[in-house]
Each structure stands twice: as structure tokens, then as C-alpha cells.
């Protein structure tokens, strides 16, 4: 799936209800893909690490939220450094 920043994104969660999110950035770690994604295209407002949980040869992407701690605090930090005008607050 080729995802470019500034691209909206929809999300549905595991109920089937659907948000709407803005790609700010994206990267490989790993082997797996994350997208740094927002609820607003620019500006100060919330925002939440996917990661990319398909598998190969599939033409849909599947993003699942980042909730293990240990991981989204290494994935925020290498958005940090991709980003640095950026605040990235956990």
C-alpha cells in the first residue's frame, strides 16, 4: 500500500466503527511498518502509532493502534528523531 504523508486513513475498530486519520509520518522498523497518524491534518491534536499487521501479497493493508508500551515508547522515539519539530507526547 503506498501511504504518503498528509493521506487520510480510515480505521475501523474491532465494534466496526470508523475514525478518520491523518498520516504525518511514516517507517520501517524491524520489518514492520508504522504510520504516526493524527485526528487532524495539521496543528496540535491527538495522535496514535498503527502498525501494519498484514501479511505479505495482501492488497489491503491491516494498522492495529500501537498498545504495548515497550513498543510504542521505541516507535515514538524514532518518530522524535524523523520529526524533531515535533512534540511527541506519550
Known sequence: MDIR???????KDEDGNEAV???QEQTRVNGSDYLLVS???EGETDAY???????????????VMV???EELEAIADVFRR????AEIIL
Open 5 to 11: 504523508q498528509g493521506d487520510s486513513v480510515v480505521f
Open 21 to 23: 486519520f491523518f498520516v
Open 39 to 41: 485526528e487532524a491534518p
Open 49 to 63: 502509532i498503527l502498525k501494519d499487521t498484514s501479511a505479505d501479497g495482501d492488497e489491503t493493508a491491516n494498522y
Open 67 to 69: 498498545l504495548d508500551q
Open 82 to 85: 524523523m520529526m524533531e519539530d
